[in-house]
Nanobody, 120 residues
């Protein structure tokens, strides 16, 4: 089993920045992708960003490209999401996820989520 714990959410003004962290613990796979999804009030969960085990490949939803950066520290089993130039539409609960393998497959495990609120 793998546990994922997110941190770093909070309240920020439009144009501000936040950095989310997600620490994995337990018996993870030998290689695994990590990523972030989010769910805004009244909307379905949507993909935000993903990163491969090596960190060499990343993928973002179009609306966050150029503003968000995903990175990881395998020694700490942690993935980060640096969010800059935040907009009200970024307000959501952000969920960390992990998937086995060397590609970008996600969804084997999920965290409980951390709230991000962007005020205008």
């Amino acid at each position: 089993q793998v546990q994922l714990v997110e941190s770093g959410g909070g309240l920020v003004q439009v144009g501000g920045s936040l950095k989310l962290s997600c620490a994995a613990s337990g018996r993870a796979f030998s290689t695994y992708a990590m990523g972030w999804f989010r769910r805004a009030p009244g909307k379905e969960r949507e993909f935000v960003a993903a990163i491969t085990w090596s960190g060499g490949v990343t993928h973002y939803r179009d609306s966050v490209k150029g503003r968000f950066t995903i990175s990881r520290d395998n020694a700490r089993m942690t993935v980060y999401l640096q969010m800059n130039s935040l907009k009200p539409e970024d307000t959501a609960v952000y969920y960390c996820t992990l998937g086995s393998g060397s590609g970008l497959r996600l969804g084997d495990y999920w965290g409980q989520g951390t709230q991000v609120t962007v005020s205008s």
